[in-house]
């Protein structure tokens, strides 16, 4: 757990926290950013990133739980100095973390000397770019330079990494201000026994803002904790099988995984290349969706490093005509048992189709039910086919002996298929790939649950993210298989109006702009993220 470097006021008592501010600005107004974004986005190659900030819609008043497009709007306009935003975002971890446990390592002393230079370059008129002053936390699985970095392994305790990961040189040099690293599984991908929510050996467990006794899910439940709660304007997860969209719908806020290969992934713990390579994507975790517009073209792009991360435009969200979609839906994956789809996520889903059977072209109660179920099969053979020797490699890289009891357990017995076994999953998982986009052509979204239920309790085995894998396809892993982007916004809660539900939108590949549009929807429709009661 983070250790406070001073005492701050508690963010009830801080006058920038709780101050109010004026609603949104107009779009003419923002239209001077976007030199600010294209300097930002100079690392980011041949992606076409917006010239135009879009004008935040978000209502927020308060600044610990305004958008950061809102807070970066503020800062540019001179109405809330960075150091102002700073203090309150660490008067707030100071005033949750020891309930949330999600922010494990702070650096305070540097955010707020990186507070006054900001502000001494926005005096001159000098703009770093568009998160100048903004606030944020990392997961801990990315490299920060100067900061100590675990992933959550032993091996890792004291690491300080010498440069940043791509993602996190990409948001600083776009003015954005590091506060702490966020909680995750031991290399993403083990948790303590049956729990794989952000739990470890070196931290624990994190816990749920609107329910402590509850799972934040993972692995980026730190992050999904602390953006919540308020302690941070935005983090950065990754997402290997639901790692940020778990968290995202068990903490009610947004998140996206973009399109595979669209972010590098250099510098994070398990970065790219092997058989799982086009599995893991890098993405923004934020209170509202229109964050993750500012924020996903910024960090997207080659560095040159990751080998398989490609040059594709991004495309402006707000050109989206809705009324022309064609949009499909399911309400469970027809598992039963614990993995079953509860009825408040299920009307959850409907409404989702309610509101939307009146903006689009059509809705349509479908799936590709047989596919995934045999993708998803395809998935469990690769995961664990070479009896985990690819997290064994990683705890002798950086010489861990005590590795997560959880997968202990599952590499003591290892179930090792033969290599034209492998070979022939890897074959599978593509054939389904292939089916997908053949069924897709027929729709322009698909939208389903994230989980089959809202925020399980903590300490339950298979409760991390809400029972929701059970025993037909997962929710989430299929869609890391097949590399489409999938934004996940809240959407409703749980019946007794505690837990938030969130809601997964599913595009084509390449076609985030889809995806949010959706999302800012959906957003719009059902108010999304609302504050917690701590």
């Known amino acids: 757990m983070s250790k406070p470097e ?4 508690a963010v009830a008592h801080h006058p920038v926290a709780h101050q109010n501010f004026p609603e949104p600005r107009s779009r003419r107004e923002f239209l001077g950013l976007a030199r600010a974004v294209a300097a930002a986005s100079a690392t980011v190659a041949s992606v076409a990133v917006p010239r135009v900030i879009a004008a935040s819609t978000d ?5 610990i739980y305004m958008s950061a497009t809102k807070l970066a709007g503020l800062i540019r306009d001179g109405k809330v100095s960075a150091s102002e935003a700073v203090e309150a975002y660490i008067a707030r971890q100071l005033s949750v973390n020891d309930m949330l446990n999600a922010v494990v390592m702070n650096s305070y002393a540097r955010a707020r000397a990186e507070a006054k230079v900001a502000d001494k370059a926005a005096a001159r008129g000098d703009w770093m770019g568009p998160l100048h002053g903004v606030p944020m936390t990392i997961k801990d699985s990315l490299d920060t330079e100067g900061v100590i970095t675990t992933g959550a392994t032993y091996g890792r305790q004291q690491f300080i990494p010498k440069k940043d990961a791509t993602v996190v040189a990409r948001v600083r040099k776009a003015g954005a201000i590091l506060l702490g690293k966020t909680n995750t599984p031991e290399f993403t991908l083990g948790g303590l026994g049956g729990i794989s929510a952000a739990s470890n050996l070196l931290y624990g467990s994190s816990h749920n803002p609107y329910d402590l006794t509850r799972s934040t899910a993972g692995s980026s439940g730190g992050a999904g904790a602390i953006v919540a709660a308020g302690g941070a304007a935005f983090d950065i997860g990754s997402d290997w099988g639901g790692s940020i969209r778990g968290p995202a719908h068990n903490n009610g806020i947004a998140g996206i995984k973009p399109t595979s290969v669209r972010v590098p992934r250099t510098g994070h713990i398990v970065d790219y290349g092997g058989i799982f390579d086009l599995w893991q994507q890098l993405g923004p975790m934020t209170r509202r969706v229109e ?4 924020i996903t073209p910024i960090i997207s792009g080659p560095d040159f490093h990751d080998a398989s991360c490609a040059p594709v435009p991004w495309v402006d ?12 839906y399911c309400v469970d994956n027809g598992a039963t048992g614990q993995g079953a789809t509860d009825e408040d996520t299920r009307k959850v889903v409907r409404q989702v189709a309610a ?10 109660e479908a799936a590709p039910t047989e596919v995934l179920k045999t993708l998803a099969a395809a998935r469990s053979k690769l995961s664990s086919g070479d009896g985990y020797a690819y997290y064994k490699r990683l705890a002798d890289k950086w010489h861990t002996e ?17 290599t034209a076994e492998m070979v022939e999953a890897w ?18 979204v698909f939208v389903c649950p994230v989980s089959g239920k809202p925020a399980q309790p903590i300490d339950v085995p298979g ?5 929701g894998a059970g025993g037909g396809w997962p929710y989430t892993g299929v869609f890391n298989c097949t590399g489409w982007p999938v934004v996940v916004v809240r959407a409703g809660s749980s019946a007794d109006g505690k837990l938030p539900i969130g809601v997964q939108i599913v595009c084509a590949p390449w076609r985030e702009d889809i995806c949010l549009a959706v999302a800012l929807f959906v957003e719009a429709q059902s108010g999304g993220w609302k504050q917690p009661p701590i």
């Open 6 to 9: 001073a005492a701050v006021p």
């Open 59 to 63: 209502t927020s008043n308060e600044l």
């Open 291 to 294: 964050d993750l517009t500012l």
């Open 317 to 328: 969200p707000a050109t989206v005509e809705l009324k022309k979609l064609k949009v499909a």
């Open 355 to 364: 509101w939307l059977s009146g903006a689009v072209t059509s809705v349509t």
């Open 402 to 418: 005590n590795i997560s009891p959880q997968r202990k357990t599952q590499m003591a017995d290892p179930k090792v298929l033969s």
């Open 427 to 444: 074959e599978q998982q593509d054939e389904c790939k292939s089916r997908l986009l053949g069924w897709m052509k027929n729709y322009d």
């Open 463 to 467: 409760g991390a993210m809400g029972g």
